[in-house]
């Protein structure tokens, strides 16, 4: 079983930046991606990257959100700029099949991602 480790959060106001890490255990060399869950709601994929590199993201965060990896330091990067109120949530990694479901049933703790107004 493959552990992940977020980190990077933190409490910012709004329109500030926050750069979060996931760091596995070993190397993983499927599609790896981002999700958040926010108070009282379900858990939403927010971005995803292949090993080529190739992005996907969700409409909510298209254009302040970028995802990327360093498949040598088997790390994931969630760089959050512009970021809102309705940002905040426990941010997850995880990897991902072809049909964007996560890999792995342990989730870990996330990092938790607080946006003030």
């Known amino acids: 079983q493959v552990q992940l480790v977020e980190s990077g959060g933190g409490l910012v106001e709004a329109g500030g930046s926050l750069r979060l890490s996931c760091a596995a255990s070993r190397s993983i060399l499927s599609i790896m991606g981002w999700f958040r869950q926010a108070p009282g709601k379900q858990r939403e994929l927010v971005a995803a990257?292949?090993?080529?590199?190739?992005?996907n993201y969700a409409d909510s965060v298209k254009g302040r959100f970028t995802i990327s990896r360093d498949i040598s330091k088997n790390t994931v990067y969630l760089q959050m700029n512009s970021l809102k109120p309705e940002d905040t949530a426990i941010y997850y990694c995880?990897?991902?099949?072809?049909?964007?479901?996560?890999?792995?049933?342990?989730w870990g703790q996330g990092t938790q991602v607080t946006v003030s107004s």
């Open positions: 995880n990897a991902l099949y072809k049909n964007w479901d996560p890999v792995f049933d342990d």
């Open positions: 990257i292949t090993s080529g590199g190739s992005t």
